[in-house]
């Protein structure tokens, strides 16, 4: 199930740090960001074993989630919110801003096999 954690935050006169610690069971295996146009709609998957870490690192973006029980709706307008995805979440990324970086951090590396691109059957998120 997704979990919406504010990150520790150290701020200081030569800036903020944001820690990354204990977020995803097990090692982080691949990084990766994305960025583009505002009207992009990335994601319509969730993973076989894939955890991941999504944060906003500048701009916002909206992600709606099913986990086959719940649905929600997450704004990430802040580099300190981090949304973490369990493998069973099926997620869209959309509403980016124009200046939006979002950065995910994932316990796998990269495999086509882990992903599933059906949504559940009662989900009423879909891709647009």
């Not at 504010?6 to 610690?21: I, K, M, N, Q, W």
């Not at 977020?23 to 994601?43: A, N, W």
Request: charged share 25%.
């Amino acid at each position: 199930m997704s979990q919406l954690l504010l990150l520790d935050t150290f701020s200081s006169d030569a800036g903020d740090l944001t820690v990354f610690e204990k977020i995803l069971p097990g090692h982080i295996r691949r990084v990766f960001y994305i960025q583009g146009k505002e009207d992009s709609v990335r994601g319509g998957h969730r993973h076989k074993e894939t955890w991941q870490a999504l944060v906003c690192i500048s701009g916002s973006c909206r992600v709606l989630n099913d986990n086959g029980v719940k649905q929600e709706e997450f704004i990430l307008d802040s580099p300190q919110k981090c949304l973490v995805l369990a493998p069973e979440d099926w997620h869209v990324m959309d509403q980016f801003s124009s200046e939006a970086i979002l950065l995910v951090l994932a316990n796998k590396f990269y495999d086509k096999d882990d992903y599933i691109y059906e949504p559940y059957p009662q989900s009423t998120i879909t891709l647009l």
